[in-house]
């Protein structure tokens, strides 16, 4: 067995046993690992970031305050509290301690504003919302319009018409008391973008958070001399449960950075020294692109562990800056599978070994990529996919095994489970993701199906985009796309808008910015005379994405938005150019 084979499965044996205990223990949940874990260690550093610092006795004290200030408030078993903070310990500790006694917390994206806001608000409807000083203003400006009230709390800081939660808290009582959260109950709400619209919020039970975290501590081999870096959001599922819990119960420490910034990264990664970094692609082609810094080899880091690692971009990253070992993976928040890359497979987001293909059963499908639905023979089941041949990745559903927890709209949850797939009555959880399979068994991705792109790291629905793009003034009709770019990472936004005469590029943009976070803009405008549909009147979409942004492939105006000037400006053929050799700034 060859070095990298004989350590991808070492790591998978690790992961298996990390997680077998857990469903044997229907009563232990994280928060109750946490105060197991503070009984161990005390002292030692568990989340360390520039505002605040927390021993692992300081988290579960800190838990154990808002679990007091959670029964204070009568919060029981399901009553959702909404939290929207920026990175750091606080925020660890807030969801730790509600969820200790049965209540659910809504992570929400710290750039929603407006509508959007307003609509993740009103689809968990929180009794209770906790949120930054920094952040409060965006949650006051909704507050009259949401369609169930709920009381706002406030962070560090004070606000008229929110209570001060860190005063509020009584000291603890009766939490440890309180008929504890199984692991099948709901801990949290985490928004995934669809592509029917604004966001949606994943099901994530108490099962979910143990799973993920000991399977990675498991699969990175944390131990309590390791520190991991984590400049990733804390309201997604990887920068908010995995790459700060999975540290933990490996008894590591996390250290936690509010965003991510290249010119920092190694400096804090050399001062703290931080073994462990979890990554999305963008961040290791933004480090990989960087001027050199005179600390990039003079770390620790023995691993790093995420997802989006373009083959091109892994090499390069893997070499110049001396990283003994990646470990990339492919995983959706509310998705049923996972796949693991422990190999070192360029490109590759993962593999199932087969010693556990019966365990994790994934495969790829035919699809009609006009539909967006699967290609059935004539036994009426669906077609499976040739080697490297793309397909819809789509996994196995059964009792006892991978369940999929959904979404709190149960038409959505449905429109994710695909039925009678290879044979009568079976079901599979559909991913939304074009991939490949190569004859070695590594996956590949290629692509997302329907009306979502991704972008700097974020999922964005399109007909959310177009929403806020058709309703600027001198928009007759709009269509949002995503294309890709050279050099970048996933795919940026491109709207194509029939307008009037008086349509304003810049009034264009600062609509946009208004309505709509910075990931979520479109990048690129194309003015057409009318929009092409289909025998169906759906617009012709591939056809405008296949065109993108090259000025030869159309005679319509085309505009690109300049961030220096804030706002769109001629995308001529110097600046297509430019983009194509990867010199423009987005």
């Known amino acids: 067995m060859s070095e990298d084979k004989a350590a991808a499965a070492e790591a998978w044996r690790r992961a298996l046993a990390a ?19 503070a009984e161990r260690y005390g002292d030692t550093p568990a989340l360390i970031s520039e505002r605040q610092s927390l021993t692992y006795a300081g988290l579960a004290g800190r838990a154990a305050r808002y ?15 909404a939290l929207m903070m920026p990175n750091g310990p606080e925020y660890l500790a807030i969801w730790l301690g509600v969820t200790r006694v049965g209540g659910v917390v809504a992570l929400f994206n710290t750039n929603l504003t407006g509508a959007a806001l307003r609509h993740a608000i009103d689809i968990v409807a929180p009794r209770h919302i906790v949120a930054d000083a920094a952040l409060a203003a965006a949650i006051d400006a909704v507050r009259p319009h949401l369609a169930t009230p709920a009381q706002a709390w406030i962070c560090g800081g004070e606000r008229a018409g929110f209570l001060p939660v860190e005063d509020s808290a ?55 001399n390791d520190r991991l870096y984590n400049c990733l959001p804390m309201y997604h599922s990887i920068g908010g449960v995995v790459a700060t819990c999975a540290p933990l119960v490996g008894g590591g420490s996390v250290v936690i950075r509010e965003r991510f910034s290249a010119s920092r990264f190694w400096d804090d990664i050399a001062d703290n020294g931080c073994t462990l970094f979890q990554y999305i692609g963008e961040l290791c082609r933004y480090l990989a692109a960087a001027p050199p810094h005179p600390r990039e080899r003079q770390h620790r880091l023995r691993l790093a562990c995420g997802n989006g690692l373009r083959g091109d971009v892994w ?39 087969p010693f556990l293909a019966h365990r994790f059963p994934v495969a790829l499908v035919q699809i009609d990529r006009d539909t967006g639905e699967p290609l059935r023979g004539t036994d009426g089941f669906c077609r499976r996919c040739a080697v490297d041949e793309p397909g819809e990745a789509i996994g196995k559903l059964a009792d006892g095994g991978a369940r999929f927890e959904g979404y709190t ?39 997302r199906l329907g009306d979502t792109f991704r972008w700097k790291g974020e999922n964005v629905s399109t007909t959310e985009v177009e929403a806020a793009v058709a309703a600027t003034p001198g928009i007759v009709e709009a269509v949002v796309y995503g294309v890709a770019v050279p050099g970048a990472d996933g795919r940026a936004g491109m709207a194509a808008v029939v307008a009037t005469d008086d349509f304003d590029p810049t009034r264009f943009a600062a609509h946009l910015a208004e309505r709509l976070p910075e990931y979520a803009r479109p990048l690129f405008l194309r003015l057409c005379r009318s929009i092409a549909a289909t025998g169906t009147f759906k617009p012709q979409k591939r056809a405008l994405a296949d065109a993108g942004f090259d000025p030869c492939a159309t005679g319509d105006p085309l505009y690109i938005f300049d961030k220096d000037a804030g706002t769109f400006v001629p995308l001529d053929s110097a600046r297509h150019a430019r983009l194509q050799q990867g010199a423009m700034r987005l």
């Open 19 to 37: 997680t077998a205990p857990i469903a044997q223990q229907p009563d232990v949940t994280l928060p109750v690992v946490i105060e197991r874990l």
């Open 67 to 81: 679990a007091g200030w959670a029964l204070a408030q009568g919060i029981v078993a399901g009553d959702v509290v």
């Open 170 to 224: 009584p000291p603890l009582r009766a939490v440890r008391d309180r008929v504890p959260p199984t692991l099948r109950d709901r801990a949290l709400y985490i928004y995934t973008s669809g592509t029917t619209g604004l966001p949606k919020a994943a099901s994530v039970s108490h099962h979910r958070i143990m799973q993920w975290s000991h399977w990675f501590a498991g699969l990175m081999d944390v131990r309590p």
């Open 315 to 353: 090499p390069r990253f893997q070499n110049r800056f001396g990283v003994p070992r990646i470990i990339e993976f492919y995983a959706a928040t509310e998705g049923a599978f996972s796949l693991y890359n422990c190999e070192g497979k360029p490109g590759a987001v993962g593999r199932v070994p």
């Open 409 to 447: 709209d149960p038409a959505a949850s449905q429109r994710k489970v695909l039925h009678d797939v290879f044979s009568a009555g079976d079901a599979w959880y559909r991913t939304g993701d074009l991939m490949r399979k190569d004859a070695a068994g590594f996956f590949y991705f290629v692509d």
